[in-house]
């Protein structure tokens, strides 16, 4: 099921703002099972008054107050690191872009008809807030990214719902598993991490597998929990994947008070949450948009992963994910919550945790250690070969167990007695 949280798209045009629409929903698969839905958490934008492109710095303000990137960035800016974008494509024209935009394999090819272009809304819109580089003096103007040095590897795997090739899409064969097919092609072609903004409700063995290979090959993977938790107050909301599946960085949104988004899905795999309401981000040919979702939410935190890769390249994904996770401010009572996870994220400080991690070297080697690119529990059980046994005391353990059993007998047959005589007492004909 394709549903869209509400975009406002804000063109570079006069410095006053007007009236907001939503956008409607929609419905879509991106891959695997069929009857499974899948959700593009973003989308088309609704229309609304214009800004102009230093209004959006202005709008970014809080969330790179929020993330301390201001003081993250004296580290690093993300430089060497490419963040593949699995989306919906992005436009490597628009200004705040242009020169960080690898536009790789497009997934969905032969479900619009020949000759229609890609619309690539909410894929402009994730890679702005992963690596925007803004642009004018300084690059003062426009959207910022969380890591604006890093690369952005385009890769499309799934439609905007306004695209002519939408219903092909939901129901060809041959874009199943597209998703997989998306995460191992941006592996092989060196992606550091991986931002899906997107979900569906059911996972498949293909999808499980890609997760996998993935984090073999030391790929931080950050996904969207999905933006049902407003139709389930106060219940947890379903599992949304690959946000689910082991390994993943699962991110929830928060609103301008730093707490859960009513829309956010609250369950036991949200890691951590970034602010994810009225979000400034870039639109195709170079427009603006602010909007709301986990997929907002999701860039952001993929943004903090880049940081941390580009600063310790070798960081395992397991590790980023702590470092996310440990660093996070806002934290819940108790630490951790289904809403918001281990807390929001934090990039100055996710950076220092970063650096104290690496400092730990030590690997886990020998016949026993996991195979990564090996399901966890697979395969037969090998058998439990007894090392040592102490036959005596063995001996004596048994004894005490004989003991104990006559000892319990002998409890129930004095408690029997004792019953019948109280019975014989109280009703003597009965004798």
């Known amino acids: 099921m394709l549903k869209r949280p509400r975009l406002t798209r804000l063109p570079p045009a006069r410095?006053?703002?007007?009236?907001?629409?939503?956008?409607?929903?929609?419905?879509?698969?991106?891959?695997?099972v069929a009857a499974a839905g899948a959700v593009l958490l973003g989308g088309s934008p609704a229309l609304a008054g214009p800004a102009l492109a230093d209004d959006v710095r202005g709008?970014?303000?809080?969330?790179?107050?929020?993330?301390?990137?201001?003081?993250?960035?004296?580290?690093?800016?993300?430089?060497?690191?490419t963040v593949a974008v699995l989306d919906s494509g992005v436009d490597p024209l628009h200004r705040d872009l242009a020169g960080s935009v690898t536009v790789g394999k497009d997934?969905?090819?032969?479900?619009?008809?020949p000759g229609v272009r890609p619309l690539r809304l909410h894929g402009t819109y994730m890679a702005s807030l992963i690596a925007?580089?803004?642009h004018g003096p300084g690059g003062s103007r426009g959207v910022i990214g969380v890591a604006p040095e890093a690369e952005i590897l385009s890769v499309r795997v799934i439609l905007e719902d306004e695209e002519r090739g939408f219903r092909v899409f939901n129901t060809d064969p041959r874009f199943e598993d597209v998703m997989a097919r998306g995460i191992r092609y941006a592996v092989d072609r060196g992606a550091d991490v991986i931002n899906l903004s997107l979900s569906k409700e059911l996972p498949s063995r293909e999808e499980r597998a890609a997760i996998r290979?993935?984090?073999?090959?030391?790929v931080v993977l950050v996904a969207a929990a999905g933006n049902d938790g407003a139709r389930r107050p106060g219940r947890a909301a379903p599992y949304s994947y690959p946000a689910a599946f082991p390994g993943v960085v699962a991110v929830g949104a928060t609103d301008r008070r730093l707490r859960r988004a009513t829309f956010s899905n609250g369950n036991s795999s949200v890691v951590v949450a970034a602010p994810g309401v009225d979000i400034m981000g870039a639109g195709p040919g170079d427009q603006y948009w602010v909007g709301r979702g986990t997929s907002q939410a999701t860039a952001l935190v993929s943004g903090v992963a880049a940081l941390i890769k580009a600063r310790h390249p070798r960081m395992s994904p397991p590790l980023v994910a702590r470092a996310l996770a440990v660093s996070a401010t806002d934290r819940p009572p108790g630490g951790y919550d289904t809403g918001t996870g281990f807390g929001v994220v934090n990039a100055r400080r996710a950076l220092a945790e970063a650096g104290r991690l690496a400092?730990?070297?030590?690997?886990?080697?020998?016949?026993?250690?996991?195979?990564?690119?090996?399901?966890?529990?697979?395969?037969?059980?090998?058998?439990?070969?007894v090392v040592a046994r102490d036959r005596g005391r063995a001996q004596v353990y048994g004894v005490l167990a004989a003991a104990a059993?006559?000892?319990?007998?002998?409890?129930?047959?004095?408690?029997?007695?004792?019953v019948r005589r109280v019975r014989r007492a109280q009703n003597p004909q009965d004798a």
């Open 107 to 113: 997934f969905t090819k032969g479900a619009n008809p």
């Open 405 to 418: 059993a006559g000892g319990a007998l002998a409890s129930v047959a004095t408690m029997y007695l004792l």
């Open 132 to 134: 925007g580089h803004g």
């Open 359 to 385: 400092r730990h070297t030590e690997t886990a080697t020998g016949g026993q250690a996991q195979d990564p690119a090996s399901p966890v529990g697979g395969g037969a059980a090998a058998p439990i070969h």
């Open 59 to 81: 709008g970014q303000q809080p969330v790179l107050d929020t993330l301390e990137l201001p003081r993250a960035w004296r580290a690093t800016r993300g430089g060497g690191v």
């Open 15 to 32: 410095p006053s703002l007007g009236r907001s629409s939503t956008a409607r929903p929609s419905m879509a698969r991106v891959a695997g």
């Open 213 to 218: 290979y993935a984090i073999a090959k030391g």
